[in-house]
């Protein structure tokens, strides 16, 4: 596996499905500050998983205008009765068709397993990666260091959310 | 990677001496199953290590999937401004198989609490901004899913059984150099 994107660089635009019928392109987001969550399936039996803990920090997110995305190779049905059942107020993005091609354009695809791997991406308004995080896979890694980065990130002019 | 930002306050419910050689800080939900089986095992901790140990607990409500958590924290926040925390803590854990407003209430009245004060209490939110700080706080500190632990400020990845939790103590106990004079923070 290769190394995941870094600060600085262009962010690949994508265009997946988010529910059955509803597709998402990156570039509708531009102007926007973006988190992107790749993880490696919907359905983790604990508790407190890391989508779970993300929809709940989700105003601390918003608040620093900050929109966030989940990305698996889960198909739009299955993310969609993964999204219901937890109540997630967040967009869970398809990767699909071909499968793991967003991930693998971010050099988050984990081959071996054909899954995502757990790495964070926080995107800036002009779409660059400005801060990105990769977790062994095992290990949840909580909202601490999106958060971090986002506050050393400039203060938004406009209060929009 | 994460560390514990807020040490052990005086806002805090607390076992143990506040200068003791290790502290150990747990997030917890009420309504999670996998507390709910490491409350014995804190107990036993406790019970081996004694004044050897400060222990902290703070609330961290998945309130999505365990819409009955932030109630029960509330809950206990209300026993704890009577002086019962630690009382409403272990029934509330130890009724986790059957937790219901209905249980929170019964529990309350079995430690003489005054129902239709807590009904209040709930009602009104009194105790719902120092469970949602110790969430947030939580947050901040790099807590990933319950019960998540903090052995001297360290997370602990993995199991969270008495004999991990001990022996996470003691490794954390054996790096204190002897010669370092302890100041109590709180």
Redesign the interface.
Same mark, same amino acid.
């Given at each position: 596996m290769g190394e995941i994107l870094q600060p600085g660089a262009k962010a690949p635009d994508f265009t997946a499905p988010v529910t059955p019928d509803q597709k998402l392109s990156l570039n509708d987001l531009k102007g926007r500050r973006v988190i992107l969550a790749f993880y490696p399936a919907d359905w983790s039996p /604990?508790?407190?998983?890391?989508m779970?803990?993300y929809?709940?920090?989700l105003p601390?997110f918003r608040k620093h205008g900050a929109e966030l995305l989940g990305i698996s190779v889960d198909g739009a049905w299955c993310h969609q009765a993964y999204a219901r059942a937890?109540?997630?107020h967040f967009p869970l993005i398809a990767d699909f068709h071909p499968k793991g091609e967003i991930a693998k354009s971010y050099g988050a695809y984990r081959d071996s397993e054909g899954v995502a791997e757990r790495a964070l991406f926080i995107l800036d308004e002009t779409g660059h990666v400005i801060w990105s995080y990769l977790s062994p896979m095992a /290990?949840?890694?909580?909202?601490?260091?999106i958060?971090d980065a986002l506050e050393r990130m400039p203060r938004l002019e406009t209060t929009d959310v | 990677m994460s560390e514990l930002r807020f040490p052990i306050n005086e806002y805090d419910h607390v076992i143990g001496p506040s200068d003791a050689p290790v502290t150990l800080v747990e997030y917890g939900d009420y309504q999670c199953p996998h507390c709910q089986a490491a409350w014995p095992e804190v107990e036993l901790v406790l019970r081996h290590f004694g004044r050897g140990l400060c222990y902290a607990y703070r609330h961290f409500p998945i309130s999505t999937v365990h819409p009955l958590a932030k109630p029960a924290a509330e809950a206990a926040e209300f026993a704890g401004a009577h002086g019962l925390f630690w009382e409403m803590h272990s029934a509330i854990y130890a009724n986790g198989h059957q937790l219901s407003a209905t249980t929170l209430f019964a529990l309350a009245a079995q430690l003489g609490l005054d129902a239709a004060e807590l009904r209040n209490a709930l009602e009104q939110g009194t105790y719902a901004a120092k469970v949602e700080a110790d969430f947030l706080g939580g947050i901040r500190s790099g807590v990933n899913g319950t019960p998540c632990f903090f052995v001297n400020g360290e997370r602990l990845d993995g199991a969270y059984d008495a004999m991990a939790l001990s022996s996470a103590i003691e490794t954390a106990a054996n790096d204190v150099p002897s010669n370092v004079v302890r100041i109590p923070v709180a």
């Open positions: /604990v508790c407190g998983d890391q779970s803990l929809n709940m920090v601390e937890n109540q997630f /290990v949840n890694p909580g909202a601490d260091g958060l | -």
